[in-house]
């Protein structure tokens, strides 16, 4: 089936340690996205990617790192830098010059 | 800036009981206004897609309608099922997406 996958579903860090969440695609979408949900807020972009080996920041983009090695492939690596990590982490692509972005199942990540 | 909000942050019905979610947005030059629906711990799923006033989509019991400053999704005789948060975003000229805080629906059998 065609979809969005996003590992683990539910992650647990320990203060001071990187943690890595995959996100891969089989639709053939050029552009992904990384979205972070907060209780009580909107969405809020993290990094995107338009095209293998390219990226750009988002709103919230201090604390992550991202990699486009690969078009099915955009994993975001949640650093020690970033303050406040626990939260709901979603991936979506989209179609070149399409409107509208599909997500995928979402990653939980807690600071323990 | 691009801003949606959305109204009511929570809404209670009961089945059947019909009613409708706001959506008010400012945006400079509309590309797109989205509705999505979120289960508890999912990611949202995608329903509509408007892109100019005047503008109607329907997909069983829901109907979205856009004017120029905001868009509202119609539920009708609603069931237990249709319970979610439901999410508008625009995109404006800038190409970025721009989420509300969602509408959190709960219908009582």
């Known amino acids: 089936d065609g979809g969005i996958t996003q590992s683990p579903k539910y992650l647990f860090r320990k203060e001071g340690q990187n943690v890595t969440l995959s996100c891969e695609q089989n639709?053939?979408?050029?552009?992904m996205y990384w979205y972070r949900q907060d209780p009580g807020q909107g969405l809020r972009l993290i990094y995107y990617s338009q095209i293998v080996n390219d990226f750009q920041k988002g709103d919230i983009a201090e604390g992550y790192s991202v990699s486009r090695e690969k078009k099915e492939s955009f994993p975001l690596t949640v650093t020690s830098a970033q303050k406040n990590p626990t939260a709901f982490y979603l991936c979506?692509?989209?179609?070149?010059?399409?409107?509208?972005?599909?997500f995928g199942e979402g990653s939980w990540l807690t600071v323990v | 800036e691009d801003q949606v909000t959305q109204s009511p942050e929570a809404l209670r019905l009961q089945e059947g009981e019909s009613s409708s979610l706001n959506c008010s947005y400012t945006?400079?030059?509309?590309?797109?206004l989205f509705w999505y629906r979120q289960d508890p711990g999912k990611g949202p799923e995608f329903l509509f897609t408007l892109y100019s006033a005047g503008e109607e989509k329907e997909k069983e019991r829901l109907k979205a309608t856009l004017t120029k400053k905001e868009s509202f999704l119609h539920i009708t005789a609603p069931k237990p099922e249709d319970s979610a948060t439901y999410l508008c975003?625009?995109?404006?000229?800038?190409?970025?997406?721009?989420f509300g805080q969602g509408t959190r629906l709960t219908i009582n059998p």
């Open positions: 945006v400079s030059g509309l590309r797109g």
């Open positions: 639709l053939n979408h050029d552009a």
């Open positions: 975003a625009v995109r404006g000229g800038a190409q970025k997406l721009v």
């Open positions: 979506a692509s989209s179609s070149a010059g399409a409107n509208t972005i599909y």
